[in-house]
């Protein structure tokens, strides 16, 4: 198994401060991985039996999704206590476990902290909303109705209807940007953002190395809570939201993407530096203005470290064109940060079947995205190939999907559990019936069938992973010259005397490309499909097929 040594591994990761730049994360959602007490529901002890697997990867990191006290209306994304583990997930002391575990692997830990809102049944929001002179009734963004008692402004919420709910305590109304249940704290008091640092500590006090934050550029609102304009038809992005979604029919101009966030950024990374070798990735749900919040976020040394906007999350087919096209958007919004990259996550549907993979597709686009400058997150059972489950609309537990069905069938796709072997009729997740049913075409995926299967999908990620962990130039190098030549996507990746040249058809014809006038380059990566020039110096790419040279 390719684990680290484990002779004084915590001591060998804290060395390293910029660790994070390059760093491949691996995103675990801790009810779908592994139950290890038999309620159908995974847990931390769970995820701890299952390190193993994870650090034979290859990968760096660990993120996991938040397990945190919470009535799961929105499955932890609905936070009653920021400081302690909910039950159905295990104790502080099972987490402690597993950290320990992780950094005995070589794995730093991640968690994902969710900032910008709570769980309406927080202690912080049952105080403020019991009246208006409370100590914590400006805790969370409280507003008076208009003249006709219709909400403040025209503010609405991602998961559906009015971003304001009427509270008849306060006779106010609440803002909330997702769930009812979801009020938005109020950062523009800075108790507020003082308490959040606290709970920041917490976590770096008992080992975490870092942190996702959850939809980082909606911690600020207007204070004037100006109403948004309307967005127009031809500029409308179903990135963030689904087509059927009244949120797409506005520019998000007040409600989020304020420039007050900067200053809390810079009072998190303040924090952040206290403890060492720590990093966070901010989640950019912005349509519209991605990079450039990308860039404003990440920019220098005292904001966050890096950030993933939903480019390669979107339904945008995978071509060399819409390739080239993001990553040189990139280089002009972010000329001095850091961006961190996926395909898959826990809210959008898999990209093995958003983008209609072959397995040739899923082989080269995954050697791809290993070989782009920026930090890389995988998401479970991306490894294996998994494609979206089809869950009934019976089966459903996603209120989003709920909502919206059927022309939007919500997060639970994605989310089913992991399958580890095909033999048990639940994956080797758990013993029991799951809270999401498994996908009976997963179980031919599962990752004991792939681990006796030399040419499967999961061997190829593992050689991607060791080859971009052999070459600086992958990890940390600049990048130069993205081009869409036709259907190939090429650039050259290049740190201290190391310069890759990579080339990938992203199409099911055969082309022929020349390599760089007056370059001699050496053929390397061959464990991953990689190809040699042919006879006259061109590179002969098949369908979805790669081509690595090392310049001699």
Avoid at 39 to 55: E, F, K, Q
Avoid at 157 to 180: K, M, T
Avoid at 451 to 479: M, N, Q, T, V
């Amino acid at each position: 198994m390719n684990t680290h040594a484990n002779a004084d591994m915590a001591k060998t990761l804290s060395a390293d401060k910029d660790w994070w730049r390059g760093a491949v994360i691996y995103q675990i959602y801790p009810r779908s991985f592994q139950d290890s007490n038999g309620d159908g529901i995974g847990d931390l002890n769970g995820i701890t039996s299952r390190l193993p697997y994870v650090a034979s990867l290859g990968v760096d990191a660990i993120w996991i999704s938040p397990f945190f006290t919470s009535p799961m209306k929105d499955f932890g994304y609905d936070v009653s206590d920021y400081c302690d583990v909910d039950p159905m997930f295990g104790t502080l002391a099972d987490f402690d476990a597993l950290v320990a575990m992780a950094h005995r692997l070589g794995l730093r830990v991640m968690i994902d902290l969710v900032l910008s809102h709570t769980s309406d049944m927080h202690p912080w929001f049952a105080e403020s909303r019991a009246s208006r002179d409370n100590p914590k009734a400006d805790w969370f963004v409280w507003a008076d109705p208009q003249p006709d008692g219709t909400p403040p402004n025209n503010w609405l919420s991602i998961f559906g209807g009015s971003a304001w709910q009427w509270d008849s305590r306060r006779e106010q109304y609440y803002l909330h940007n997702f769930l009812v249940e979801q009020p938005d704290l109020n950062f523009h008091n800075m108790e507020v953002q003082d308490a959040l640092l606290d709970v920041v500590r917490f976590w770096l006090d008992r080992g975490v190395d870092g942190f996702r934050l959850d939809t980082i550029n909606f911690y600020v609102h207007d204070k004037a809570l100006r109403s948004n304009p309307a967005l127009p038809v031809d500029q409308r992005d179903e990135s963030i939201a689904p087509r059927v979604n009244p949120y797409n029919h506005q520019l998000h101009l007040y409600s989020k993407n304020q420039p007050e966030n900067l200053a809390f950024l810079e009072r998190f990374r303040a924090v952040m530096d206290e403890y060492g070798a720590t990093t966070a990735v901010g989640e950019v749900g912005d349509a519209q203005k991605g990079l450039e919040i990308m860039g404003a976020y990440t920019a220098g040394d005292n904001r966050v470290h890096m950030c993933y906007s939903f480019e390669f999350l979107s339904g945008h087919a995978p071509t060399a064109e819409r390739f080239a096209k993001v990553l040189t958007d990139v280089d002009a919004y972010v000329t001095d940060g850091w961006a961190c990259w996926a395909f898959s996550n826990h809210d959008v549907m898999r990209h093995a079947t958003r983008w209609a993979l072959t397995d040739a597709a899923k082989r080269t686009l995954a050697t791809l995205l290993l070989s782009l400058r920026g930090s890389v997150c995988l998401y479970q059972g991306e490894e294996l190939g998994l494609g979206e489950a089809d869950v009934a609309f019976e089966d459903l537990q996603d209120p989003y999907g709920i909502e919206f069905w059927p022309e939007f069938k919500g997060r639970d796709g994605c989310r089913t559990p992991m399958v580890w072997e095909a033999s048990n009729s639940h994956g080797g997740f758990s013993e029991e019936r799951p809270w999401l049913p498994i996908s009976t075409e997963h179980l031919h995926h599962a990752a004991a069938v792939q681990e006796e299967d030399p040419a499967a999908l999961l061997h190829h990620y593992r050689k991607a992973l060791a080859f971009r962990r052999a070459h600086p130039a992958l990890i940390s190098g600049a990048h130069d010259n993205v081009t869409a030549d036709g259907s190939v996507l090429h650039f050259t990746r290049s740190h201290d005397t190391e310069v890759i040249y990579c080339a990938f058809n992203l199409s099911d014809v055969p082309v022929s490309h020349a390599l760089p006038a007056g370059s001699k380059w050496l053929n390397i990566g061959s464990e991953l499909g990689s190809i040699a020039p042919g006879p006259d110096g061109d590179l002969h790419l098949g369908p979805w097929q790669v081509a690595l040279a090392l310049k001699a």
